[in-house]
C-alpha cells in the first residue's frame, strides 16, 4: 500500500469515527419505553400516580421513592394534611401542608392525548386526598 493511499484511508476512517456518535443518536423514547421506566408513588398500597424518568438525573424508582418519603413524613407530622398544587416553570407540584410531595413533569403525562402536568397532578391530588380522608 503506497503512503498515499495510507492517508486517503486514515482521512476516510477518522471521519467515520467523527460521524458515529450521530448514527447511535437518542431517539425520542415511546411510550412502551416510556412506561419501562415507571415507578408508582403509593400511599397506603394506593397508586397515587406514574413517575417517569430519569429527570433531572433522578430515575423514576428515586422520584417515587422519594415523594413517597417526603408524604410519610408529612403525614407523621399532621394526620389530616391539606392537599394543594403549584404551577413552576418544570411542571407541576403537589404539595401536602405547603411541602413539595412530587413534582408531576412533561415526562409523566401523555402530552398525546391533551393531557397537561396541571391535569396530571390535580388527577394525582384527588387520589391522594381520597387516600387521606
Do not use: C, H
Amino acid at each position: 500500500m503506497t503512503l498515499g493511499k495510507l492517508r486517503s484511508l486514515l482521512r476516510l476512517l477518522g471521519a467515520l469515527l467523527v460521524s458515529a456518535p450521530v448514527w447511535g443518536a437518542a431517539r425520542p423514547a415511546s411510550a412502551e419505553q416510556r412506561a419501562l421506566d415507571a415507578m408508582n408513588v403509593q400511599v397506603a398500597n394506593r397508586d397515587i400516580i406514574a413517575l417517569r424518568g430519569p429527570i433531572a438525573g433522578y430515575s423514576a424508582r428515586e422520584r417515587a421513592t422519594g415523594a413517597m418519603s417526603r408524604i410519610e413524613a408529612v403525614l407523621d407530622e399532621v394526620p389530616n394534611p391539606q392537599v394543594s398544587m403549584k404551577q413552576t416553570p418544570d411542571g407541576t407540584q403537589v404539595l401536602l401542608e405547603g411541602k413539595s410531595a412530587f413534582l408531576v413533569t412533561r415526562a409523566d403525562i401523555d402530552a398525546t392525548i391533551g393531557e397537561t402536568t396541571e391535569i396530571g397532578a390535580r388527577e394525582a391530588a384527588r387520589r391522594l386526598t381520597g387516600v387521606l380522608e
